[in-house]
């Protein structure tokens, strides 16, 4: 289930998802206004670390924020 979701228009999205305890995260991306979705990015952690914001400025900039105060920044293909 996912905790987030954001969309940059009406056929692309992002979707977060924590799993294992708080300890990995998943982003899901959708391309056709959420009918399928597909595992994008996924980052395991040795500790508790929610991702508690994920802003979307453009196709090219997606920003997270963890519940550990960490920030991370990535495009949109999540490289």
Known sequence: YFQQIT??????????WTTNNG???N???????GKTWELVYQKHFNYY?????MDIYNNDTILFISSNKELYKTNNSFK
């Open 23 to 25: 300890q990995t995260q």
């Open 49 to 53: 670390n929610i991702i508690v914001s």
């Open 7 to 16: 969309f940059t228009d009406e056929n692309i999205g992002y979707g977060h």
């Open 27 to 33: 982003i899901f991306k959708t391309i056709d206004g």
